[in-house]
């Protein structure tokens, strides 16, 4: 049974700073590219950042030099790194895991991926 779990979503001020975590099981993690989502208020989810299996990295151009991405796959883990945080950054933060190249949909909205987390909340105030 795959299992996603994201975690690290909070309250914080802008400019602050966040560490999302996506920690999976059930698959096997080297074999998926590994993406950030998130889903603003009255809004369509879209890509904020992806991760390919060989680590190359893709960001929207709303989060470009604010936000990192990185995996660990020894421990089957995501993070998102957000710094400098906006209140336009509000929003639930879904992570996804595909066998499929995920960078493609940075910026835009995702279709059906392999399996998604149930999503953690960020809220930024101004």
């Known amino acids: 049974q795959v299992q996603v779990v994201e975690s690290g979503g909070g309250e914080v001020q802008a400019g602050g700073s966040l560490r999302l975590s996506c920690t999976t099981s059930?698959?096997?993690?080297?074999?998926?590219?590994m993406g950030w989502f998130r889903q603003a208020p009255g809004k369509e989810r879209e890509g904020v950042a992806a991760?390919?299996?060989?680590?190359?990295?893709e960001y929207a151009d709303s989060v470009k030099g604010r936000f990192t991405i990185s995996r660990d796959d020894a421990k089957k883990t995501l993070y998102l790194e957000m710094d400098s945080l906006k209140p336009e950054d509000t929003a639930m933060y879904y992570c996804?895991?595909?066998?499929?190249?995920?960078?493609?949909?940075?910026?835009?909205?995702?279709?059906?991926?392999?399996?998604w987390g149930q999503g953690t909340l960020v809220a930024v105030s101004s």
């Open positions: 996804a895991a595909d066998q499929s190249y995920l960078g493609v949909w940075v910026g835009y909205k995702p279709p059906t991926l392999d399996a």
């Open positions: 059930g698959l096997k993690f080297d074999d998926y590219d």
């Open positions: 991760i390919d299996r060989d680590g190359r990295a």
